[in-house]
């Protein structure tokens, strides 16, 4: 089931062949020209193609990174996204297939300074045990290398570094400012308005006892604001991992400076399910009034997946959704110093962290978890990689090798996240209206963002009262969409009648990737009997499969040639687009809809690891998967 219109017009910048099967009945005309200038094109006011983008990448500045050998800087990192060609650190030239259209470059604050001193062995290094140790392991490379970075960063998560250390490269030192000041001055010596948009940004690490519950953090401007304040850390005596430190921060800078900034949470399933709290808060506070008006001004977005893991939904939480084991990293905590149990689960995953933003929105007026998606490489090499055929790794220690899938992210007595299970992950793209600094954050600001693992499917999703089968006739789509309703990331306009909510939603292909399967919609909402819901809808799909007894679509195939690391797309769909109605509308019922377009299936990384370098590959690696996009949702609030 699909239907196709004649094309996607401002989903992409080329439009698609207008076939004679394709002309817009009378129904989807009438009106579309009346009162309108000559030109379709011409007065247009809404964003007409997504920028894609990463919100999070790191370079030999931030302490990991560059404990484990990255020598890369922030101009070698924008020179990347920009789509120049570079040496990595291990020697290898990489180059983006597609130029990024914007980044937000994001070194970690805490030991700002420390890793370039650490990589020449400084004598402010050097003059601590630790420091000494770590610099001899960092020389010795390798897997030394490997652990001396681990050590670093389980010392770190324990809040165990060297007094002077953290003294010298925190807040009101000058290893500190100078490198705050270099990260600032490098973004805008990159950013180029209109062409590439290089955003100042760095990540707040709070990971106490090695639970997750980092955020990155994005400005709306350049230097003259940036540089009148240094970021907030989170090492004590000198920060607060409790994210209410970090909300102060946000505040006092936006006073002081006149700017704008965002927070966005990522990884929530390595926090132990600390991530989405209902009642108490890791730091001993409870989710009430200032909690949930707090993170609904300061976090309108969640990077939902990336590197280390995919965090939409789970399976133990979302049992009759056959797509919800994807990625998933339900090990323990960052660092694996406390295994996962089930019970942590709902506090990990965005579709929970939305159906529990419905229950708290009914108990205290505001939704905490109100916010746009959005997807990332937290890639420590300095290169922004998302394409399973140019992966590049997390850190310098796994980039491309006949080794590196040999290589586990993190090992202990505990447990252990095999090298295998990196995930090639993901992107952001945002509907703007223009590829400017200004722009892209007040999309982020109204959640006008969705995001991928990876491939650049383009995806409208628009939410209103009235859309009709006419509407995926006309060529004017957005047209329509930003007309008669709301795109993603926004509330439905009050309810008209006794209607219920109907959708415009339109999905195409990466124009280089693989065809869509289907598309979802996956919907949450709360009872009457306050209980949290959540029902997944396939709504479009390829290949004229019939629904089965249960309901569901069948499978779409699998062409994939593992001996090749290949496939066709003699199956699934270019395109996807209808209108979809609620079938079951509950007026009264809190409720919130995102969309889901899936890939039919194409090789993991680890399959051109094997094509390129021989080698085998564990009996139980998965080797194929199906790559998504997830929008940001549309909200219904019932009216009073």
Not at 181 to 210: C, M, Q, Y
Not at 364 to 378: E, I, L, Q, S
Not at 466 to 476: C, H
Not at 582 to 593: C, G, I, S, T, W
Request: hydrophobic content about 40%; aromatic content about 12%.
């Amino acid at each position: 089931m699909f239907r196709k219109s004649a094309c996607i017009i401002s989903l992409v910048l080329v439009p698609a062949v207008v076939g004679a099967d394709a002309v817009p009945s009378e129904d989807a005309a009438e009106g579309l020209f009346s009162d309108q200038p000559y030109s379709p094109y011409a007065q247009r006011t809404f964003p007409e193609r997504p920028l894609w983008g990463d919100t999070h990448l790191h370079t030999g500045l931030s302490l990991d990174a560059g404990a484990f050998g990255n020598t890369l800087l922030p101009d070698e990192a924008w020179r990347f996204a920009k789509g120049e060609q570079v040496i990595s650190s291990t020697g290898q030239p990489v180059r983006l297939s597609r130029p990024l259209d914007w980044m937000v470059l994001t070194d970690h604050t805490d030991l700002m300074g420390f890793a370039p001193d650490l990589q020449a062995g400084k004598p402010g290094v050097l003059s601590d045990p630790k420091g000494l140790e770590w610099y001899e392991g960092y020389k010795a490379g390798g897997e030394e290398a490997g652990k001396a970075a681990f050590d670093i960063i389980t010392n770190f998560s324990q809040m165990t570094l060297p007094e002077i250390l953290l003294e010298s490269y925190s807040p009101g030192a000058d290893a500190f400012a100078f490198t705050w000041e270099s990260i600032v001055l490098a973004a805008e010596r990159h950013n180029d308005p209109g062409t590439f948009t290089a955003f100042i940004g760095f990540e707040w690490t709070s990971v106490p006892k090695g639970f997750n519950l980092h955020r990155n953090v994005m400005l709306r401007d350049g230097p003259i604001r940036a540089l009148q304040m240094v970021p907030p850390v989170t090492q004590p005596p000198y920060g607060d991992t409790d994210p209410k430190a970090l909300y102060a921060w946000l505040e006092e800078y936006q006073e002081k400076t006149g700017g704008r900034a965002v927070a966005f949470a990522h990884n929530g399933n390595l926090s132990n399910g600390w991530m989405f709290p209902t009642e108490d808060t890791y730091h001993g506070g409870k989710v009430d009034e200032d909690y949930v008006a707090d993170r609904a001004k300061w976090e309108p977005h969640y990077e939902v997946t990336q590197i280390k893991g995919d965090g939409e939904a789970h399976p133990f939480l979302s049992p009759d959704d056959e797509f919800a084991d994807y990625e998933n990293w339900d090990v323990g905590n960052l660092d694996i110093t406390e295994l996962k149990t089930d019970d942590m689960l709902a506090g990990e995953y965005a579709r929970e962290a939305l159906k529990r933003g419905l229950m708290l929105e009914e108990k205290f007026g505001v939704n905490p978890y109100k916010f746009g998606m959005g997807g990332a490489t937290d890639s420590h090499t300095s290169l922004a990689t998302a394409e399973e055929d140019n992966f590049f790794g997390k850190s310098v220690s796994v980039e491309p090798s006949a080794s590196r899938i040999k290589h586990p992210f993190i090992a202990n007595d505990l447990g252990e996240i095999p090298g295998d299970l990196l995930v090639a992950s993901g992107y952001t793209a945002v509907w703007a209206t223009e590829n400017t600094r200004a722009a892209i954050f007040d999309a982020f600001k109204r959640r006008e963002t969705y995001a991928t693992t990876g491939p650049r499917i383009g995806l409208r999703f628009f939410g209103g009262w009235d859309f009709s089968e006419a509407d995926v006739e006309t060529r004017f789509l957005a047209n329509v969409g930003y007309t008669k309703g709301v795109p993603m990331g926004s509330d439905l306009r009050p309810r008209e009648g006794e209607a219920a909510p109907s959708f415009l939603i339109a999905a195409l292909r990466d124009p280089v990737g693989a065809n869509l399967d289907r598309v979802q919609v996956i919907k949450g909402w709360l009872d009457s009997e306050g209980a949290l819901q959540e029902k997944v809808y396939d709504i479009a799909w390829s290949d004229n499969r019939e629904v089965d007894q249960n309901g569901k679509v069948p499978a779409v195939g699998n062409t994939v040639d593992v001996e090749t690391a290949s496939w066709t797309n003699t199956i699934g769909t270019a395109e996807l687009v209808t209108v979809w109605s609620d079938p079951d509308f509950d007026p009264n019922a809190r409720a919130f809809y995102y969309v889901r377009a899936i890939e039919i299936p194409t090789p993991r990384w680890i399959l051109y690891d094997k094509l390129r370098y021989g080698i085998e590959l564990p009996e139980d690696a998965v080797l194929t998967h199906q790559e998504r996009a997830y929008s940001s949702p549309i909200w219904y609030t019932p009216a009073e």
